[in-house]
């Protein structure tokens, strides 16, 4: 991909697909692209992805794309899939079922995490996870109420806690924020919101325990450099610079030079992840590989454009199928584990 004349080609260029053993754990995120089983859901606004829809979502078309992202996730874990990944713009359970029982992903053992949200369309925020890798000590769901906007319904924030091989506590908390439909100055707020929601939360965690290890994930709807990623979510810019309870935001420094999405033929990045500063210390027993992340940018998720512009292959342009996988590409980062 190039984005204002550099190359970024984060993961092709630096991918590490060898072996991991127990002192590496690989997390990841995937804004999946409308993921909808084929059947007619009577509460929720579904009615483009039914086989008599105008976007004609059949079983043959869930069917591919399920195969496709499923290649997509072994491919992220190079020799071993990942061990945790969170997804937004999953329908409902079924969806992950079929990805994570009916694909090649069967033998892995992947389990789910999922609750239906109150969004209009349906659409959630999940994660799978390996069990024999990871232990789930608990999750929970919290609901975004905004108090301007009492009738607004958005997805849920998915809250993950999970022991580590080197029997750490990892918090993965999992976001898919309200989007700019509408308006970006409109829509603003509600990212805001958002961003200070899980600031709390985020503090509360490490004001118990200053060492928590917590990663903040998803679809911001925002890019780093803006005010809710900024100011919401009161991260560190400066990486030298870090307190154990500091956030830092390992998307900050790529935001020129890379992308996960493309607008109107513009790289930007909105799906993140953000992590706390103890995560970024040497001396910490678990702390994030090379101090980074990466962009999953493989060939076979990028499509060039009738312009030569390049851009996530999708499952759709507007109405028209395309058949990819998804108009977002995947971000991924590795834990080093001590013990």
């Not at 496709?68 to 874990?77: D, E, F, S």
Request: charged share 25%; glycine share 6%.
């Amino acid at each position: 991909m190039h984005i204002h004349g550099q190359k970024a080609y984060l993961a092709s260029e630096s991918f590490d697909p060898s072996p991991r053993n127990e002192d590496r754990v690989r997390l990841a995120f995937y804004n999946v692209e409308n993921l909808f089983d084929y059947f007619d859901d009577s509460l929720t606004i579904d009615e483009q992805f039914l086989p008599q829809g105008d976007h004609y979502w059949t079983k043959a078309r869930y069917t591919e794309k399920q195969n496709k992202l499923a290649k997509t996730i072994l491919a992220m874990g190079g020799w071993d899939a990942p061990e945790l990944i969170g997804f937004c713009e999953v329908e409902n359970r079924y969806v992950l079922e079929s990805l994570t029982q009916f694909t090649q992903l069967k033998s892995l053992g992947y389990e789910i995490i999922h609750k239906d949200s109150r969004d209009a369309r349906g659409i959630d925020v999940a994660a799978i996870y390996r069990p024999d890798k990871l232990k789930l000590l608990n999750y929970e769901y919290y609901q975004l109420d905004f108090p301007f906007d009492t009738a607004s319904r958005t997805r849920d924030i998915l809250h993950t806690v999970m022991e580590l091989p080197n029997q750490d506590t990892l918090h993965f908390l999992v976001n898919h924020w309200p989007s700019k439909f509408g308006g970006e100055f409109e829509t603003q707020p509600k990212r805001m919101f958002a961003a200070q929601f899980v600031r709390a939360k985020a503090d509360s965690l490490l004001k118990l325990n200053p060492n928590t290890h917590i990663v903040i994930t998803g679809d911001f709807n925002d890019e780093p450099g803006e005010e809710s990623m900024l100011n919401g979510l009161g991260v560190n810019t400066d990486i030298n610079a870090l307190k154990p309870t500091d956030l830092f935001n390992l998307m900050y420094d790529l935001r020129f030079i890379a992308g996960t999405h493309s607008f109107e033929n513009k790289w930007g990045i909105l799906d993140q992840f953000v992590v706390s500063g103890n995560l970024l210390l040497k001396q910490s027993r678990t702390r994030v590989r090379d101090r980074t992340a990466q962009i999953f940018d493989m060939d076979f998720l990028i499509m060039e454009g009738a312009t030569g512009a390049r851009r996530p292959f999708r499952t759709y342009q507007g109405p028209k199928y395309i058949g990819g996988y998804s108009d977002h590409l995947p971000i991924i980062l590795d834990l080093i584990l001590a013990y």
